[in-house]
């Protein structure tokens, strides 16, 4: 009576490079699943013929030693809003809608940028606000 248990080799499965194959179609499915969009309708655009962007009429500027500017003329606080109206009332004998464009500083205060917008709109221009 053989009571011996016999040597019997285990079957294994190598599976190093089964992670490198998973890695690489994973990044291939979401690559293709960006690529391809099934809700996408093509949609043909209008294109201008004009340029549409506002015409700067009156170019408002603040430093950052927080002085104002009209152009290229330094203005007082306390007259701010009467150049301001001035300008728009001068600028609208050219054009319906001026627009005043604030070209201000990053440290300047926005208080004044907002004063200067109010200042703006109660005289009937349009604003558009620049902060460098």
């Keep these: ?69 009209i152009g290229q003329k330094a203005v007082e606080l306390n007259m701010l809003d009467t150049l301001i109206k001035a300008e728009v009332l001068r600028a609208r004998l050219s054009v319906d809608t001026p627009s005043v464009v604030i070209n201000a500083d990053t440290i300047s205060y926005y208080g004044e940028v907002f004063r200067i917008m109010q200042a703006a709109k109660r005289a009937g221009a349009k604003v558009v606000a620049n902060v460098k």
């Design 1 to 69: 009576m053989n009571i011996r248990k016999r040597l019997r080799s285990h079957p294994e499965l190598h599976t190093g490079a089964l992670n490198d194959i998973l890695f690489i179609l994973l990044l291939f499915f979401l690559i293709v699943s960006t690529l391809a969009n099934p809700n996408v309708i093509k949609v043909n655009n209008p294109s201008g013929k004009k340029d549409t962007k506002a015409k700067q009429n009156i170019v408002v500027s603040i430093d950052k030693e927080q002085r104002i500017y």
